[in-house]
């Protein structure tokens, strides 16, 4: 059986739209927004096709993209979130959605957090941004929202900035002084901010 011939349990659609097999009689439905009528995979192919399907994000290119974010430094965040911004006006200047970044768990907090962060990156200054990162990160954000299997991002995003921290020392050492104690963004990698302190063996934040 090839991919193409498997029926998976979350696709985005050619808009960028998240759908996810929890409708009657198996049926793809939005959840949680009910605007659009649940569909099979015949019908949802035929009406909101290509469908790619959402997978799993390769631990090769997250590590790739966190390895780049720490050696950046202090420009590490900053960075990030120009690239994460530059890469949805790109897929809006093709006619695309940006609802695809969050297309593999639409309704939970983290997708909320990633949509307010897609806007972060309009406004900081060139001197701010690692050249290098930036071009990885763009050129790995670009292939998750385009490429044949759609990755969970909400989630899968702050997990890499947590990785980025912890390879460059701390989530200080990514962040300059602009992005420290962002709300948005430290809500968004709340669930990666917690460190083991080895002397006194407690989890701090």
Request: charged share 25%.
């Amino acid at each position: 059986m090839t991919t193409e011939d498997t029926d998976h349990y979350r696709y985005a659609d050619r808009e960028g739209e998240g759908w996810i097999r929890n409708g009657p009689g198996d049926t793809y439905t939005t959840h949680p927004r009910y605007d659009l009528a649940p569909l099979t995979k015949a019908d949802l192919e035929t009406q909101r096709g290509p469908l790619r399907p959402i997978g799993l994000m390769g631990q090769g290119e997250s590590a790739r993209l966190a390895e780049a974010l720490a050696g950046a430094g202090k420009k590490g965040l900053a960075t990030f979130l120009v690239a994460l911004h530059r890469t949805a006006l790109t897929l809006i200047d093709d006619g695309a959605s940006t609802a695809v970044f969050t297309a593999g768990r639409p309704g939970s907090w983290e997708a909320a957090d990633l949509r307010q962060a897609l806007r972060l990156g309009d406004d900081i200054a060139d001197s701010r941004i690692d050249r290098a990162a930036l071009e990885t990160a763009r050129e790995l954000l670009l292939k998750w929202v385009t490429g044949p299997v759609q990755p969970e991002l909400g989630d899968g995003l702050a997990s890499i900035l947590g990785d980025a921290a912890e390879k460059a020392g701390s989530w200080a050492a990514i962040t300059d002084e602009w992005l420290e104690g962002n709300d948005l963004i430290e809500h968004w990698t709340s669930a990666y901010r917690q460190s083991f302190n080895p002397t006194t063996g407690v989890a701090e934040f």
